[in-house]
């Protein structure tokens, strides 16, 4: 078999399930927020209900101009790395707004959420030695590269498990280090961790914490700063990850932390030094939208208020709607040929978007649609989501199997 063989194979396999990735080919536009304009099979303009640009951040007008003004006066691209000419002084503005929000000494920024999560779990593992990470089941794809790459040893506890967690800590040697890796909340499921619990735990043991907030910073807490600050326990985290492309509109990851922590990272972490810092247009656009996010609570209130409303929707329309506790709003379809017929008539007959989710991103038999209503999706944009659901669940026969369960 040639090599050309080899590629084509293994994309038959994911075929074959029904699992096979189409990207939607869209373009959005300025100050139409949710809607997109479609250039593929289909309307030609489609409502968007899978984006993770939660607060439609991407769109506000402070934002733009924040990028604008960045852009025109500093130029497209930043330069170098940070260490070799790429710091711009918006770089040192940023990392100090992160800080703050987060309640910590000091902030990172890298290149994206991924990045800061696999190049930080990476480098604390080089830099503790004998470390011993325990990392929650669900946890996402970056954090588990990192630590794998960190070459630690690596226990996995159930998913939010606080007595599966105590077991495992405790039946390790209490001198060897340990750090516990987890999120705030799961985007798949929309669950939260009991953060103040496993802080708890994290004292009785010894351990450091390592919480990734991606999302929940900017939608959480009084200013933004996560489910942490929500919670009033940001103080006892040792890192807190987030980033800057869901919650605040923009692009780029960060970590907030003592100045000790991050100036290590900063020294040691490949992914951070080899590679070109943010450029201006990004730095100025996440900074208005950072600064914007922390003095609107009222922006976080409306988002909440829409997803409560779209649960409702959803189940008073007998429509699967799985329990969160969050933001997030999965629907389960349990099937990927069917989560494809379903998104496929959403989209070419009703002119909705949402992508489906499959394997490996969520275990096989739990395939869903996961929506994230925004503070601009209205009353008439979910009233036509849930009709239109109704009659895409009765085509694809999705109704029945359901009612007799
Ligand atoms: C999206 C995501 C990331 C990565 O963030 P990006 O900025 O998109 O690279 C990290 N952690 C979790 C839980 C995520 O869902």
Redesign the pocket.
């Known amino acids: 078999m040639g090599v050309t063989e080899l590629f084509r194979k293994s994309v038959e396999e994911v075929r074959r399930e029904g699992r096979y990735r189409v990207f939607a080919d869209l373009e959005r536009m300025t100050g139409r927020f949710p809607v997109a304009r479609n250039h593929g099979a289909g309307p030609a303009e489609v409502v968007v209900w899978c984006s993770?640009d939660y607060l439609g951040q991407s769109q506000n007008p402070a934002v733009i101009a924040g990028g604008r003004t960045a852009l025109e006066s500093m130029g497209a691209g930043s330069g170098g790395t940070r260490n070799i000419s790429g710091t711009n002084h918006l770089h040192v503005l940023l990392e100090q707004e992160l800080a703050d929000l987060h309640g910590k000494e000091a902030a990172l920024l890298f290149t994206?959420?991924?990045?800061?999560?696999a190049a930080t779990l990476a480098t604390i593992g080089r830099i503790v030695p004998d470390l011993v990470i325990f990392s929650d089941a669900c946890?996402?794809a970056?954090?588990i590269e990192g630590i794998r790459h960190s070459g630690c040893e690596k226990q996995i506890f159930r998913h939010n498990d606080l007595a599966d967690l105590e077991r495992r800590l405790a039946a390790c040697d209490p001198d060897r280090p340990k750090l516990i890796a987890f999120?705030s909340v799961?985007?798949m499921d929309g669950d939260i961790a009991p953060i103040a619990a496993i802080c708890d735990l994290a004292d009785r043991y010894g351990a450091m914490t390592y919480l990734?907030e991606?999302?929940a910073a900017g939608l959480y807490g009084p200013r933004g700063g996560g489910i942490s600050e929500r919670d009033r326990v940001a103080h006892r985290l040792t890192i807190i990850?987030g980033?800057?492309?869901?919650g605040f509109g923009c692009?780029?990851?960060y970590i907030a932390a003592d100045a000790d922590v991050v100036d290590a990272i900063r020294s040691h972490a490949s992914g951070f030094i080899f590679t070109t810092s943010l450029p201006p247009v990004l730095l100025g656009s996440a900074l208005a939208s950072v600064r914007y996010v922390k003095q609107h609570p009222e922006l976080r209130a409306r988002h909440q208020e829409r997803a409560a409303r779209l649960k409702r929707l959803l189940a008073s329309a007998g429509l699967p709607v799985m329990p969160s506790t969050s933001h997030i709003v999965p629907v389960l379809v349990g099937c990927p040929v069917k989560a494809k017929l379903v998104t496929d008539r959403l989209l070419l007959e009703h002119g909705i978007y949402v992508q489906p989710i499959n394997y490996p991103t969520v275990a096989r038999g739990s395939e869903r649609l996961r929506l994230t209503p925004t503070p601009f999706h209205t009353d008439a944009l979910m009233e036509g989501l849930v009709a239109a659901l109704v009659e895409v669940w009765q085509t694809v026969g999705l109704y029945e199997p359901l009612a007799a369960e």
Request: glycine share 12%.
């Open positions: 993770n994206s959420g991924y990045v800061s999560n946890n996402h970056s954090m999120e799961y985007s990734d991606v999302h990850e980033t800057l492309a869901k692009m780029g990851g």
